[in-house]
């Protein structure tokens, strides 16, 4: 008796075992889909609708997503921020929206909330952080801060600690 009931546990034992592992391998070959966070999806629609009217050079609706205090700041030119209207009336020339994000965070703070991607360009990427300001029960770009991201750290290199940077005497 007490043979049966060990062996039957260790088969039921192998068999809850051999369960999972079988499922991981029926999907072994599915597609990996990252999942969105419901601030993500909104924060990338709000990039959607600022594409979509500079394709359409739809002053109005790209003046509907901006505060009235906008500014670009660009890495390059950090202490000249471009103000709204040069920046739309350029946007809206050119008509060519920059291209896909993808590693996007957002960052809620209440009545603040930043947004923060890599986004495809004609030349590379950039790195770009977009301040969003509640205004009523809609989200407004009040600033955006973009920069190239070629100089960027390659993925997985850790961050030095101070110890281990070099002291120059």
Do not use: C
Request: hydrophobic share 45%.
């Amino acid at each position: 008796m007490r043979v049966t009931l060990t062996a039957g546990s260790a088969l039921v034992t192998a068999l809850l075992l051999a369960v999972p592992a079988a499922g991981a391998d029926a999907k072994a070959g599915d597609v990996n889909v990252p999942t969105v966070t419901r601030l993500v999806k909104l924060f990338l629609d709000k990039e959607a609708s600022i594409g979509a009217a500079i394709r359409a050079a739809d002053s109005t609706a790209l003046g509907a997503l901006l505060t009235d205090d906008f500014e670009l700041r660009e890495g390059t030119r950090a202490a000249s921020p471009i103000p709204r209207d040069d920046w739309m009336r350029e946007a809206l020339a050119a008509r060519t929206p920059d291209g896909d994000i993808r590693d996007m965070a957002v960052h809620d703070f209440g009545g603040v909330a930043i947004a923060s991607f890599t986004q495809s360009i004609a030349h590379g990427s950039r790195f770009v952080v977009d301040v969003w300001r509640a205004s009523g029960s809609e989200w407004k770009l009040a600033v955006r801060y973009s920069s190239d991201a070629a100089g960027a750290r390659p993925r997985g290199k850790p961050v030095a600690r101070p110890e281990e940077i070099p002291k120059k005497y």
